[in-house]
């Protein structure tokens, strides 16, 4: 089998994919791109994926796949034994599902609207407005996970790939010192997923201290 490869950025969405990469068991190389500034990174970036956004997976066979959410369905697919998902017979299945899309259909578009209010809207007043409603949004959807889950993972007693979202999406706005004040759950599940000896590359890789 050959490998995957991984293109990303350090401590974006990319670490979800990485972090579900190193608990699978499956080969895979990273590449880190300067995907901020403007320059031949960039470039290649927007050559792989139009959206000019990582992860970006390239398979074995060379084909190339976009969206996080994509990405760690398909590492369950590969190695359904890693303990990324409940199978689909489980009864925690249909709350995985449910969970992942809300994670990266509602939660992950705020940053991508906020990330760069710029490109949307031109009058300084409206981009600190585009930021701040979409940080508004963020924090509503966390607090709507924080009530909708019982610990101590986002599965109750089951661990999955939603808490690696969770450990690498904590570290964006509004920041973990938000997640300790308002979101407890959550904010003992990314300590946890922190101090999983198994990430400590994927750690070192993303937030180098
Ligand atoms: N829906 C995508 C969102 C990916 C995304 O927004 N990635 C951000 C980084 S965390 C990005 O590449 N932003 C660069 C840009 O928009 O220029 C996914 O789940 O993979």
Redesign the pocket.
């Known amino acids: 089998m050959g490998f995957y490869r991984l293109i990303g950025?350090p401590g974006?969405?990319s670490a979800i994919v990485e972090a579900a990469f190193a608990l699978s068991g499956l080969p895979y190389q990273t590449e880190m791109l300067e995907?901020?500034q403007p320059g031949p990174e960039r470039e290649r970036l927007f050559q792989l994926n139009p959206l000019?956004?990582?992860?970006v997976m390239i398979l074995p066979d060379g084909s190339i796949m976009?969206?996080?959410?994509a990405m760690v369905l398909h590492i369950i697919d590969r190695a359904p034994g890693a303990g990324l998902a409940p199978s689909p017979d489980d009864p925690a299945r249909p709350a995985f599902l449910r969970w992942l899309v809300f994670l990266?259909a509602s939660i992950?578009p705020t940053?991508?609207y906020g990330?760069?209010p710029a490109r949307y809207v031109n009058e300084k007043e409206g981009q600190a407005e585009l930021r701040a409603v979409t940080e508004a949004e963020c924090q509503r959807y966390w607090r709507l996970v924080e009530t909708g889950i019982a610990g101590p993972w986002m599965l109750g007693e089951t661990r999955s790939a939603l808490d690696l979202y969770v450990w690498v999406m904590s570290h964006w706005r509004p920041g973990r010192q938000w997640f300790r004040d308002y979101c407890p759950k959550l904010s003992r599940i990314a300590d946890a997923v922190d101090g999983d000896p198994r990430l400590a590359p994927v750690k070192a890789a993303n937030w180098p201290s």
């Open positions: 950025n974006c969405g995907i901020w000019g956004q990582v992860p976009t969206e996080s959410g990266v992950y940053f991508t990330d760069v």
